[in-house]
């Protein structure tokens, strides 16, 4: 067996004839042109085993895809133009009239407002479930429940859920469980082993690493739930473009070793906020004492990785204008969403506002912090310089 790292590099691709070169080129194309009648009706675009139209896959996206199905240890894959396209074509191919979808409380936020928003519309309802109580779970699966998501973890308030169990509460059911790995990458745990039958990633993160593109995947190991995926996909018109996916296949070789520096970078600086009076908490899974520790430790391991993704909770004698002055006053750090690419982004959320009335246990405010690839030592001082103005 061999290391993710070589797997992504040293991975079956066959080059054109007469050109060895192990990079993947850019195919582009709306029209394949047929030599026959007989061979235009033949071709099954299902089927990896020839191409029929742009849109259902070019040589490009089939490499992308199998790189990405062998990276989350799954048999298929399917791409989508955004992380959140994935989300919502899962539930849109999976969920009809009538039946039910449950969603983390501290669930990626435009999941919850896709919800209320269009899968209401359908007359598909949802419930947003406690991430870290099995039981509230267990009480809310009915016979309308068609699936389940889970976000392991939380991608702003970062507690780390049991997958595991969650996941296992549903299978025992028959309800199918879907996995958000954008924090994972792939990396960290298998999603599948965590118990999902479909497993969706933001390429958008890490695997495009350079903040450059917007993409998503789709992952499954079941033949038949693949074919309802992919039947709706293409009855939808997705597609992705061929330079971004390039794009992708060209920062894959080195997801494993940008994981690790942000990883590594994220530990420091956690490490060092934990000890620094302006701070109530820090919120990263692998930091002892961090909602879900124990969870992140049984689905990664006690050495295991983790994004370079954390926050912090100010103390609440600092007000939410001052925190917003400390945001500003970071330098290196850039007020910004997303996370995986190579500068250290901010933001200040307002959490209470986003959870359900009282659920939410702290006072201050919570700022969010994506580690780029910078040198751990200059991020540390520019995080130390903003924590002086805020006295
Ligand atoms: C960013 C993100 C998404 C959505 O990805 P986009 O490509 O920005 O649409 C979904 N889930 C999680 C956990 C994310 O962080």
Known sequence: MTGRSTDLIHHPYEPPAGFAAPQVAVHKASTVIFPSVAALRARDWRQKTGYTYGLHGTPTTFQLEERLAALEGGKHCLLVPSGLASITHVCLALLGTGDEVLVPDNVYGPTKAFAEGDLARFG???????????????????????????????????????????????????????LDNTWGAGLAFNGFEAGADV??????????????????????????????????????????????????????PSLQLRYKAQDHAARILAHWLHGRPEVAQVLHPALEGSPGHEHWKALCGDRGQAAGLFSIVLHERFAPGQVDRFCEALRLFKLGYSWGGPVSLVVPYDIASMRRPGSWPHRGVLVRFSVGLEDPADLHA??????????
């Open 382 to 391: 520019d995080l130390d310089q903003a924590l002086r103005q805020l006295q």
């Open 199 to 252: 497993v969706v990633q933001a390429l958008t993160k890490y695997p495009s690493g350079g903040g450059d593109v917007l993409m998503g995947s789709i992952v499954t190991r079941d033949d038949a739930l693949h074919e309802r995926l992919k039947l709706a996909h293409m009855r939808l018109g997705w597609g992705v473009g061929g330079n971004d996916a390039e794009a992708v296949l060209r920062s894959l």
């Open 124 to 178: 598909i309802t949802h419930q947003r479930y406690d991430p870290m109580d099995p039981r509230d779970l267990a009480e809310r699966l009915s016979p309308r429940t068609r699936l389940m998501w889970i976000e392991p973890p939380g991608s702003v308030t970062m507690e780390f859920p049991p997958a595991q169990q969650l996941a296992r509460l549903c299978r025992d059911r028959g309800v199918l469980v879907a």
